[in-house]
Structure formats: C-alpha cells, structure tokens
C-alpha cells in the first residue's frame, strides 16, 4: 500500500482532530523533534521540558510569588 504525502498529511490530520490539548502539545513537541533531528542537545530537551512545567504550573507559580 503506497499513500501520497498528502493522503499521509490528511490522515494525520484526521486522527489529531479529537485529541485533547495536552496531547496535541506532546504531539507537536514529537513533530518539532523530528524536524530538527538528533542535533538537538540533551540539555535543550531538558529546559524545553522545564519550560513546559513552569507553563502548565503558571497559576501555582503566581500564587507562591504573591504570598
């Protein structure tokens, strides 16, 4: 079974269409990584992953900082 990229592309499309947020972030987090390739350093993982909890915890943050 041979798809064109386009037949790929809509495909994709079609099964991300009901994903939650948090799992279309993770999705373009994989997608990001693979455009990028294995040049991307282990530490720049490390800070994107701290970058992401220190978003998804903005509130808390906020809170701490204001008491």
């Known amino acids: 079974m041979t798809s064109t990229a386009a037949t790929l592309r809509d495909q994709i499309l079609e099964e991300i269409n009901d994903l939650p947020v948090k799992a ?8 990001q990584r693979l455009r990028n390739g294995p ?29």
């Open 24 to 31: 279309l972030a993770e999705v373009l987090t994989y997608v």
């Open 39 to 67: 040049n991307v350093a282990p530490h720049d993982e490390v800070w994107q992953a701290h970058l992401e909890s220190e978003k998804e915890r903005e509130e808390v943050y906020r809170r701490l900082a204001g008491s």
